[in-house]
């Protein structure tokens, strides 16, 4: 591991232990007989993380990645639940509606609780019914 990523690891555990300044120098001055990271070489700098480590102190998640993993849609493999994608983002950038409204809109629609379950029919039925609220609010779904 690079010397940069050790002190990166070293002041991640700072954090998680919740450790001030001062306990936080002393405790590398007790383990490498130096008070700043920079002064530290690789040794001293995995000294240090064995010294958390022995602590108590482990590694966690990168933060964050849970809720990106969240957000996250696959592309659909249907050509129509692409196109109702693309054009409630379009009326949403236009403001007509919100993002997080598309599944309840096609549950009005069409009675099935999610767009990814519509069938070929059901799915054109949705685009025509985005083409007209396009339509009455004056919005161009062409791109």
């Not at 383990?31 to 001293?44: E, F, N, Y």
């Amino acid at each position: 591991m690079s010397r940069t990523a050790l002190i990166a690891k070293v002041h991640i555990a700072k954090k998680d232990l919740g450790l001030d300044d001062d306990t936080y120098r002393d405790v590398l001055e007790t383990v490498t007989g130096k008070t700043s990271c920079r002064d530290i070489d690789a040794a001293g700098l995995s000294a240090v993380l064995d010294h958390f480590a022995a602590r108590g102190w482990a590694p966690g998640k990168v933060a964050g990645a849970d809720k990106r993993r969240q957000n996250f849609r696959a592309r659909s493999t249907k050509k129509y639940v692409r196109l109702i994608y693309v054009y409630w983002r379009l009326l949403t950038e236009a403001g007509v509606t919100n993002k997080a409204g598309l599944d309840a809109f096609v549950k009005r629609q069409t009675k099935v609780d999610s767009v990814e379950w519509l069938s070929a029919a059901q799915g054109n039925q949705v685009i025509e019914a985005l083409k007209e609220m396009a339509r009455r609010a004056g919005v161009s779904l062409e791109r």
